[in-house]
C-alpha cells in the first residue's frame, strides 16, 4: 500500500526538514551535518569497508609511500632504457600466443581444430618465453622495476590491503543488483500514485494514458512518464494531447537535477529555441538539433505520435520564467539532505579515501567546507520545493510517496 502527501503545507514541512545550506551554514554546522552523515553512512557495508581501507592506508602511510616511490622511480628509469620499447612489444605478443593456445587447445580437445597447429603455437609461445627472459636479464632496470613492484605487492598484501579492496569490489557490485530492483519498484509505485491521484485532476480517467519511458528519438530527453488524452484512436493524422510530464526520482534529494533538465526538454519539445542548445539535439533524425517532426511512441502495441503542438499547454510561468504547470514530480517521501545524492557520494568518498581526514581538526574542515561548496550546486531540491509551495496551483503537482505493508 502507498501513501502520498501533497500540497502546500506538504511541501513546506519538507522544506523545513532541511538540514543545512552549504553556502551558508557555519563550521560548527557543517561539521554537525557532515558527523551526522557519517553516522547514517557507517551503517552501509559499503561505506564501512572503504573506512576499513583509509584506516589501512593511514596506519601504513609512511611504509607504504616509500614502496610506492621506489616503484615511480624504478619505473621512470625503465622507461629511459632502450629495452623498454621490445619488451613491452614481446610481453604483448605473449599474451597474444597465450590466448591462442588456450583457445586452440580446446579446439583440439573438441576436434575442431589441428593438433600440429597447436603445437606450432605452443613452439612459437615457448620461443618467446625464453627470449623475455633473456631480455630481462639484460636489462638492470627491468628487474629493480618488477622487484619494486613485487615488495608493494607483498607488503598490501601482508598489512590486508589487497583483500580489503577485494571485499570492497565485491559488496559494490552486490550494492548494484539490488538498486537496480528498487528502481523498477519505484516504478510501478509512480505509476500507481499518479492514476490515483493525478488522473482524475485531468479529466475522464478511462480517456488517459499513462505512458513510460517515452524519447521521440531525442537525444537528451527521456521523459520518465507522459499522461496524454485519447479522445481519438490515435493514428498517423492525429497527434497525442499532452496534458502532463512525470518526472520520478527514488530520491528527493534528486529532484533539482530532473527539474533543470526538464526545463531543457520542454524548452526543446515546445520550440523555444532559447533554452537549449541545438547542437547537443542534432542527430540523424533531427539534423537541424530542432523538434521539426512528427515521432512516435510504441507502448503495449499502441503507436502514439507528437509534435510540437502536443506540448501546447506547456507554456512558462511568467513570475519564474520556468516551465512549471503541468510538469510533476513523484519522490519517496524522504528527508532533505541540502545536496544531491551524487554530491553527497563524492564527500563521502573524499573523507573515506583521506588518511589525512579528521573531524575534529577545524583546518580539515575549512577545507573540506571551501571545497563542497565550490563542489555543489547552487541550486538543491528546497530552492525546487519553495518554487513550488509557493503557488497554491502547483503545489499538488509534488508527490511525496511512501509504502508500508498492507
Known amino acids: 500500500m502507498i501513501t502520498v502527501r501533497r500540497g502546500q503545507d506538504a511541501l513546506r514541512e519538507t522544506i523545513a526538514g532541511c538540514p543545512i545550506n552549504l553556502n551558508t551554514a557555519s563550521l560548527e554546522e557543517f561539521r554537525d551535518w557532515l558527523s551526522q552523515r557519517l553516522e547514517e553512512s557507517s551503517r552501509q557495508p559499503t561505506f564501512r569497508q572503504q573506512l576499513v581501507i583509509r584506516d ?10 616509500r614502496r610506492e616511490r621506489n616503484v615511480e622511480q624504478s619505473e621512470a628509469a625503465y622507461q629511459q632504457h632502450a629495452n623498454h620499447q621490445p619488451l613491452e612489444q614481446l ?36 620461443e618467446s618465453r625464453a627470449q623475455l627472459h633473456q631480455m630481462i636479464d639484460a636489462t638492470p632496470e627491468r628487474k629493480k622495476r618488477d622487484r619494486a613492484l613485487a615488495s608493494l605487492s607483498k607488503f598490501r598484501e601482508e598489512i590486508g590491503l589487497e583483500d580489503a579492496e577485494r571485499k570492497l569490489a565485491e559488496l559494490r557490485r552486490e550494492k548494484g543488483g539490488r538498486v537496480g530492483k528498487s528502481g523498477r519498484d519505484f516504478e510501478s509505485m509512480t505509476e500507481e500514485a499518479i492514476r490515483r491521484h493525478v488522473f482524475p485532476e485531468l479529466g475522464d480517467s478511462d480517456r488517459l494514458e499513462y505512458l513510460n519511458g517515452v524519447t ?9 512518464g507522459v499522461i496524454v488524452s485519447r479522445h481519438q484512436a490515435p493514428d498517423e493524422s492525429s497527434v497525442a494531447d499532452v496534458l502532463a510530464i512525470v518526472e520520478a526520482k527514488r530520491n528527493i534529494n534528486d529532484l533539482a537535477e530532473g527539474f533543470l533538465m526538464r526545463q531543457e526538454n520542454l524548452a526543446w519539445l515546445t ?24 515521432s512516435q511512441h510504441t507502448e ?10 502536443s506540448f501546447q499547454k506547456f507554456q512558462r510561468d511568467a513570475s519564474t ?9 513523484a519522490t519517496r517521501d524522504r528527508p532533505l539532505l541540502g545536496v544531491t545524492p551524487g554530491e553527497l557520494a563524492r564527500i563521502l568518498h573524499r573523507v573515506a579515501s583521506d588518511p589525512s581526514f579528521d573531524i575534529d581538526r577545524p583546518t580539515v574542515l575549512r577545507r573540506y567546507l571551501k571545497w563542497a561548496r565550490e563542489m555543489v550546486s547552487s541550486f538543491q531540491t528546497n530552492d525546487l520545493l519553495k518554487i513550488y509551495a509557493a503557488n497554491p496551483q502547483i503545489a499538488d503537482q509534488i508527490l511525496l510517496i511512501s509504502a508500508s505493508a498492507n
Open 56 to 65: 589501512l592506508l593511514r596506519e601504513n602511510r609512511d611504509k607504504l609511500r
Open 91 to 126: 610481453e604483448s605478443k605473449i599474451e597474444g600466443l597465450e590466448r591462442a593456445v588456450t583457445g586452440l587447445t580446446q579446439a583440439v580437445n573438441e576436434g575442431r581444430a589441428d593438433a600440429d597447429k597447436l603445437a606450432s603455437f605452443q613452439q612459437q609461445l615457448a
Open 216 to 224: 521521440l528519438d531525442s537525444a537528451r530527453a527521456e521523459l520518465d
Open 271 to 294: 520550440g523555444d529555441a532559447s533554452g537549449y542548445d541545438e547542437a547537443e539535439y542534432r542527430t540523424r533524425i533531427y539534423e537541424a538539433g530542432h523538434f521539426d517532426r512528427v
Open 300 to 309: 503495449d502495441n499502441e503507436i502514439d505520435h507528437f509534435d510540437i503542438s
Open 321 to 329: 520564467g520556468h516551465f512549471l504547470h503541468g510538469l510533476y514530480f
